[in-house]
């Protein structure tokens, strides 16, 4: 199963993010852990500075802009 985690604040953009995440995954019918962190301390830990961060099985993918559906399930398959 595949552990997506979307970084950010909470700001329009994360939460576009995190509705595209979960869209795509509804969209290939596979099992995937959804993770939403809007913790400012947390996001620190990984080392990120620009937000909103798309991050499938801890690897960093998309960051500092709006992750599209499309992209997120090429990143998927």
Same mark, same amino acid.
Do not use: S, W
């Given at each position: 199963?595949?552990?997506i985690?979307?970084?950010g604040p909470g700001c329009p953009k994360c939460k576009t993010t995190?509705?595209?995440?979960?869209?795509?995954? $509804? $969209?290939?019918? #596979?099992?995937?852990e959804l993770i939403k #962190?809007? @913790?400012i301390e947390e996001m620190m830990r990984y080392n990120v500075l620009t937000t909103?961060?798309?991050m499938i099985d @801890?690897?960093?993918?998309?960051?500092?802009r709006i992750a $599209? #559906? @499309?992209e997120i399930k090429e990143?998927?398959?």
């Amino acid at each position: 199963m595949k552990k997506i985690k979307v970084l950010g604040p909470g700001c329009p953009k994360c939460k576009t993010t995190f509705h595209n995440a979960e869209v795509a995954v $509804q $969209q290939l019918g #596979i099992e995937a852990e959804l993770i939403k #962190i809007e @913790d400012i301390e947390e996001m620190m830990r990984y080392n990120v500075l620009t937000t909103p961060v798309l991050m499938i099985d @801890d690897v960093v993918k998309i960051k500092g802009r709006i992750a $599209q #559906i @499309d992209e997120i399930k090429e990143l998927l398959k």
